[in-house]
């Protein structure tokens, strides 16, 4: 099936910085990707879907200028997590799609960043 | 919204026995489809049922769907100790956007 990798698996930082995670997908072509984020022992929640060359539509709830999604290229999406603070601290899943938004075309999910804000 | 509701939110059983978890949605769909996530790992998928099926198999696996009452279940038969895992269920609407139920923490006892 389809691989989405992606970078780094885990990250700490202090509070404050910014950290940038990679999304890639490696053996397709991701015109949507979304990003998804998991509190422990919660489920996982959507945060913004992006479309290829277009801007990321964010989900209620969720600030855009803090999570600066951008998705340049098919095959990778990064997610910045700006001037991040302990409450930042979680686990980021990031999914990848081939064909437009609004095809059936199935989702393949990457392995999850960790990010520890200390 | 209509992100899923998964019943039970525990689930301990021996090895051996079947287990069943239980999805419930909110409004229309595309399909629904069933995840695994070990802990702390990403999610692995088991497998899609469309809005016009109503049973699907795949292995020790079996997924229903009733539309009527806006439910699935997961039946894992002869679960295994391997099959200690968080398990979501996952409702794809018109937006073609997947949104996750509250998941069911399963733990198969040796």
């Known amino acids: 099936g389809a691989v989405v990798s992606q970078h780094p698996s885990w990250v700490i930082c202090k509070s404050g910085t910014s950290v940038k995670i990679e999304c890639r997908s490696l053996?397709?072509?991701?015109?949507?990707m979304f990003w998804y984020r998991q509190f422990p022992k919660q489920s996982l929640m959507l945060m913004a879907t992006?479309?290829?060359?277009?801007?990321?539509?964010?989900e209620q709830g969720v600030e855009k200028d803090k999570f600066l999604i951008n998705h340049a290229s098919l095959t990778l999406s990064t997610l910045t997590v700006t001037s991040a603070h302990p409450e930042d601290s979680s686990f980021y899943i990031c999914?990848?799609?081939?064909?437009?938004?609004?095809?059936?075309?199935?989702?393949?999910f990457g392995p999850g960043t960790r990010l520890t804000v200390t | 919204s209509q992100q899923g509701e998964e019943d039970p939110q525990a689930l301990s059983i021996q090895e051996g026995e079947n287990a069943t978890m239980n999805c419930s949605y909110k409004?229309?769909?595309?399909?629904l489809q069933w995840y695994r996530q070990n802990s702390g790992r990403g999610l692995v998928h088991l497998i899609l049922?469309?809005?016009?099926?109503r049973e699907k198999h795949s292995g020790r696996l079996r997924v229903t769907l009733d539309t009527s009452k806006k439910s699935s279940s997961l039946l894992i038969t002869a679960s295994r100790a391997a099959d200690t895992a968080s398990y979501f269920c996952?409702?794809?609407?018109?937006?073609?956007?997947?949104?996750f139920g509250s998941g069911t923490q399963l733990t198969v006892l040796p």
């Open positions: 999914s990848a799609r081939g064909g437009l938004a609004g095809s059936s075309y199935e989702q393949y």
């Open positions: 053996d397709f072509q991701a015109t949507t």
């Open positions: 992006s479309n290829e060359g277009s801007k990321a539509t964010y």
């Open positions: 409004t229309s769909i595309n399909n």
């Open positions: 049922i469309r809005s016009n099926e």
């Open positions: 996952a409702v794809s609407g018109s937006a073609r956007q997947l949104t």
